[in-house]
C-alpha cells in the first residue's frame, strides 16, 4: 500500500533511512528534513518544498521531482537514475557523486550548484542554467546541453 502524505507538513522531521518508496508526498512541505538514506524510488514529489533537506545518499531513483524546490538542499551521493527534475530549483545545492543517469533536468536551476564527481550521463539539461556550477569531473557523456546557460 502506497503512503499518501500529499502536502504533508514535515518540516524539519527526522527521517533518516525511511522507507517512503513510491510515497505520495506531492507538494509537502519538507524544508530542513533530514532524509538521509532515505528510499524515495518512484515518490512523488512535485512540487515539494525540499529546501535545505539532507538528502544525503537517499534513493530518489524514478522519483517525480518535476517544480520541486531543493534550494541549498544536500544530495551529495543520491541515486537520481532516471528521476524527472524538469524545471526543478537546484540552486546552491550539493549533487557532488550524485547519480543522474538519464535523468530529465530540462530547465532546471543549477546556479552555483555543486555537480563535482556527479554522474550526468545521457541527461537532459536543455535551458538549464549552469551559471558558476561546478563540474570539475563530472561525466557529460552524451548530455544534452541545448539551450543550456553555461
Do not use: H, P, T, W
Not at 47 to 52: F, I, P, S, V
Not at 121 to 142: F, M, S, T
Request: hydrophobic share 45%; proline share 0%; net charge negative.
Amino acid at each position: 500500500m502506497k503512503k499518501n502524505l500529499l502536502g504533508a507538513d514535515l518540516q524539519g522531521a527526522d527521517l533518516r533511512g525511511a522507507n517512503l518508496e513510491g510515497a505520495n508526498l506531492r507538494g509537502a512541505y519538507l524544508y530542513d528534513a533530514d532524509l538521509r538514506g532515505a528510499n524515495l524510488r518512484g515518490a512523488n514529489l512535485y512540487e515539494a518544498d525540499l529546501r535545505g533537506a539532507n538528502l544525503f545518499r537517499a534513493n530518489l531513483r524514478e522519483a517525480d521531482l518535476r517544480g520541486a524546490y531543493l534550494e541549498g538542499a544536500n544530495l551529495r551521493g543520491a541515486n537520481l537514475y532516471e528521476a524527472d527534475l524538469y524545471d526543478v530549483d537546484l540552486k546552491g545545492a550539493d549533487l557532488q557523486y550524485a547519480d543522474f543517469r538519464r535523468a530529465d533536468l530540462c530547465g532546471a536551476d543549477l546556479f552555483e550548484a555543486s555537480l563535482r564527481g556527479a554522474c550526468l550521463i545521457g541527461v537532459d539539461l536543455r535551458r538549464a542554467d549552469l551559471r558558476g556550477a561546478d563540474l570539475e569531473g563530472a561525466n557529460l557523456y552524451r548530455a544534452d546541453l541545448r539551450r543550456a546557460c553555461l
